[in-house]
């Protein structure tokens, strides 16, 4: 118990951190504003700017894996940079003593998501009535997107194709659908095609991710391993460190992503069309033999 409390006391010290570095960066910014531009020509001010950096909320009905986007560019000088890395710093600790609560107390995580917003009221009381729930841990600790190095251009685009997949045994899928209703027939009905499956091979669950925007930086000059570009997710302003304080050439993108995939389907796809099963959202391989290859050769590089 008594190590449970001074978790608890370290996170709700590194959240107050948080809350203040981030209204240091967005008074610093207030004092000398700086060349900026948002998706959809949103004013970007300090209220923009504290508001977006701030969301850590659930919105009602929101999916625990989907954040809210601020996609912005913000040219930055030394001074606001300064800022910025202090808060990417109070974002990483906060994560570090957020994580060795899930691993040692995890039962601690639903009085946290409860109990630290109401240790700044303002916070709390302004997001009142505005369909806004709970603490989101993830906006909490998600970094700041900060270049490299000052840029010539950014391409923004939306990337609506993205999807991760995680490697289940035959054994592993059983016991997930176990732990659903076997009484119901499209279960049952799975449980069988699954025990025809040979025990090694290997199956894959996927799970599509939200639309994001991908932004290809072009820098001014080559980085010291000679890089002249980079690509990045952008679900928060991106901070661009640049002593001239000049917005680079970009494109302007659409408000939303495409109702629908833009990407064809790649040739060499790995895995069948259809889910072998639906329940889990987990597909068989094409050719499993050639899958356990290349997973024994990954494992065999690591």
């Known amino acids: 118990m008594e190590l449970q409390y001074r978790l608890l006391a370290e996170l709700e010290a590194d959240f107050d951190r948080l809350i203040e570095t981030v209204d240091q960066l967005a008074s610093t910014y207030a004092a000398s504003p700086t060349p900026t531009w948002a998706l959809g020509d949103v004013n970007v001010?300090?209220?923009?700017?504290?508001r977006a950096l701030t969301d850590f909320w659930y919105q009602d009905g929101q999916d625990g894996r989907e954040t809210r986007n601020y996609?912005?560019?913000?040219?930055?000088?030394?001074?606001?940079?300064?800022?910025?890395?202090?808060v990417n710093a109070s974002k990483a600790s906060f994560a570090a003593i957020l994580k060795h609560i899930r691993e040692s107390a995890p039962k601690l995580i639903?009085?946290?998501k409860a109990v630290l917003p109401f240790r700044h009221p303002v916070l709390h009381d302004h997001l009142r009535g505005q369909g806004l729930a709970r603490l989101h841990l993830k906006q909490c600790w998600r970094q700041l997107p900060v270049a490299d190095a000052p840029l010539s251009r950014v391409r923004l685009a939306w990337y609506t194709s993205g999807?991760?997949?995680?490697?289940?045994?035959?054994?592993?899928?059983e016991d997930k659908l176990k732990r659903m209703d076997q009484a119901a027939p499209h279960i049952r009905i799975q449980l069988r095609k699954l025990a025809d499956v040979p025990d090694g091979e290997p199956l894959a669950q996927i799970q599509q991710q939200a639309p994001v925007m991908r932004a290809n930086l072009f820098f001014r000059e080559a980085l010291e391993d000679g890089r002249m570009r980079r690509a990045m997710n952008l679900p928060l302003p991106l901070f661009i460190p640049d002593p001239t304080l000049r917005l680079p050439?970009?494109?302007?993108?659409p408000i939303r992503p495409p109702a629908t995939r833009t990407r064809a389907k790649r040739s060499d796809q790995r895995l069948e069309d259809e889910?072998?099963?639906?329940?889990?959202?987990?597909?068989?391989?094409?050719?499993?033999?050639?899958?356990?290859?290349i997973d024994k050769q990954r494992d065999e590089q690591r």
């Open 110 to 112: 639903p009085e946290i």
């Open 249 to 253: 050439h970009r494109n302007d993108p």
């Open 275 to 293: 889910p072998f099963l639906p329940s889990l959202r987990v597909y068989r391989y094409r050719n499993p033999a050639l899958q356990i290859a």
């Open 45 to 50: 001010d300090a209220h923009w700017l504290r």
């Open 71 to 86: 996609i912005a560019l913000i040219v930055a000088g030394p001074e606001l940079m300064e800022q910025v890395h202090a």
């Open 163 to 173: 999807r991760s997949i995680k490697r289940l045994s035959v054994r592993e899928a």
